[in-house]
């Protein structure tokens, strides 16, 4: 398979696995619409660059969370890059846009949502590690009770750490 292949079939895993879960969330691309949004600013993280830069490569996996009942507004997103050479996928930015409202499926599980989609690609495509670039110091404590590992300004953990917190989120511990 070639990487849009494996990307679509890997959002199509992810929906799944989301629908199992109950959040009602629909899960895919990021959008032309989505993509104008982001970049006209909507995010604390500069999308415009991070989309530009990253978005455009051949191995990007990009991901937008919305609610299933308003696939209008975007609610999560996150977008990374597989490194083929490293077997690395590179994890670039990681933002929820639902900080405001107390009561959503994804309060508080944005980053698990990145997990189970990093999982899953990881896996498809044969890969080895995922890595989170130029995470904040102030994120790293919470990031490693998910098992990633400090690796100076980055974080990581491999496809079998990645397995069993994906198996951890998914079956609700």
Do not use: C
């Not at 696995?17 to 104008?36: H, K, Q």
């Not at 949004?37 to 500069?46: F, V």
């Not at 994120?139 to 917190?165: E, I, K, N, R």
Request: glycine share 8%; hydrophobic share 45%.
């Amino acid at each position: 398979m070639n990487a849009d292949q494996i990307k679509s079939a890997v959002l199509s895993a992810m929906q799944v696995v989301t629908d199992e879960m109950g959040l009602e969330l629909a899960v895919g691309p990021i959008n032309e619409l989505d993509w104008a949004y982001l970049s006209g600013g909507y995010g604390h993280l500069n999308w415009e660059a991070g989309l530009t830069e990253y978005g455009n490569m051949e191995w990007s996996f990009d991901v937008a969370l919305k609610l299933q009942s308003d696939t209008r507004l975007l609610n999560a997103a996150v977008l990374g890059v597989f490194k083929p050479e490293t077997d690395t996928l590179e994890m670039h930015f990681v933002e929820s846009f639902i900080r405001r409202e107390e009561q959503h499926q994804l309060k508080g599980r944005v980053f698990e949502m990145m997990i189970i989609a990093s999982f899953l690609y990881v896996a498809a495509v044969g890969g080895s590690t995922v890595r989170l670039m130029d995470v904040e110091p102030e994120l790293m404590a919470y990031y490693h009770m998910f098992g990633f590992q400090v690796d100076g300004q980055d974080m990581h953990q491999s496809l079998a750490g990645l397995a069993a917190t994906f198996a951890r989120i998914t079956e609700g511990d």
